[in-house]
């Protein structure tokens, strides 16, 4: 199983980023991928998880400002950042689990992650 990021980079606070991860080594079927953030000198927390079949789940302190879809026929997972803030500002993972039946934002839920990719917002 491997999970690469992609498509960060610096942007001004109100603006917009887009997200990849693209997955290999797996079906993408009966799963739970997710995204997560850390940011420097904090702990991670769970940012957006969405199964197989499409189901949601967001952190509160998104509001509505990320999207997170997933395209299975190109592997790849992905989160719409709009509206971005400098507390946004953090490294991003994605992360996916055969371990559960609906989309979670509980890091130990999950079993493969990427290496990530930094997001900054001045």
């Known amino acids: 199983v491997q999970l690469v990021e992609s498509g960060g980079g610096s942007v001004q606070a109100g603006g917009s980023l887009k997200l990849s991860c693209a997955f290999s080594?797996?079906?993408?079927?009966?799963?739970?991928m997710a995204w997560f953030r850390q940011a420097q000198g904090k702990e991670r927390e769970g940012v957006a998880a969405?199964?197989?079949?499409?189901?949601?789940q967001y952190a509160g302190f998104v509001q509505g400002r990320f999207t997170i879809s997933q395209e299975k026929t190109k592997n790849t997972l992905y989160l719409r950042m709009n509206s971005l803030e400098p507390e946004d500002t953090a490294m991003y993972y994605c992360a996916v689990t055969w371990r559960l039946a609906a989309p979670t934002l509980t890091g130990e839920s999950y079993d493969y992650w990427g290496q990530g990719t930094q997001v900054t917002v001045s």
């Open positions: 080594g797996y079906t993408y079927s009966g799963n739970c």
């Open positions: 969405i199964d197989s079949d499409g189901s949601t």
